[in-house]
């Protein structure tokens, strides 16, 4: 498998339409940088479920899945699938948060997501971070969206089983959902690592990338 490598991670920007959509599409990528370089930078947004009991789960959750991470969190109270009639505020985030940050990496949601505020939230980041490399994470939903991606970061068994209980764990509102289950995370997990000959991974999308191979 062809491997690149990032020769300084210090910082990391995580942005969410709703919460829960950071854990569930890069929770084990989360876990693997933060656990490999204590202190790393986390800085998140996600666009709706401030003041509810959502907020208080994203805390909780956000917490244990970057550990020993220095984390920042903003969560807005943007309505559950209404993002294109409060764009001006997501964009306005968004580019508050760019203002406030220099990434070394962004994880978003992946364009090619069915779902509506996923998406919308997808074509805003590459707006506001422009020289920055974006990783478009996937999430698992009835819709059937699961496409070819092109950028892996393998996990670790133990990894990956601690993403799914922390998923069960922290996230006690989403339970009821038909799709939130181990048996869905670890199965699409283990389907990415096939594709990249590991045991687990999670996959992203790569809109646009460019190399320095000749230093």
């Known amino acids: 498998m062809i491997r690149l490598g990032a020769a300084r991670l210090d910082r990391i920007v995580a942005v969410g339409a709703h919460c829960d959509d950071l854990a569930i599409g890069a929770g084990g990528t ?9 202190g790393l ?3 998140a947004l996600v666009l709706s479920g401030g003041g509810s009991e959502r907020e208080d789960e994203e805390r909780a959750a956000l917490a244990a899945f970057c550990p020993g991470a220095e984390l920042g969190l903003t969560v807005l109270k943007l309505p559950d699938g209404r993002m294109s009639a409060h764009w001006n505020e ?19 949601p992946r364009t090619a997501d069915a779902h509506q505020d996923h998406r919308g939230l997808a ?5 506001a971070f422009r020289d920055h490399l974006v990783l478009g994470y996937e999430i698992v939903k009835w819709d059937g ?3 070819r991606m092109a950028a892996y970061q393998p996990l ?11 998923l069960q764990e922290h996230y006690p509102s989403q339970r009821h959902r038909p799709w939130y289950d181990r048996e869905a995370f670890l199965g699409l997990a283990r389907i990415r690592g096939i594709e990249c000959h590991a045991r687990y991974a999670e996959a992203f999308d ?7 191979l000749g230093d």
């Open 145 to 147: 969206d699961l496409g």
């Open 90 to 108: 997501a964009k306005d985030a968004v580019e508050e948060l760019r203002a406030a940050t220099d990434p070394d990496l962004v994880l978003a």
């Open 156 to 166: 670790s068994p133990e990894i990956a089983e601690q993403k799914v209980r922390l």
């Open 30 to 38: 989360l876990l693997t940088m933060c656990l490999a370089r204590p």
């Open 206 to 212: 790569v809109t646009k990338l460019t190399l320095n």
């Open 41 to 43: 930078r986390v800085d």
């Open 123 to 127: 074509e805003l980041v590459p707006t």
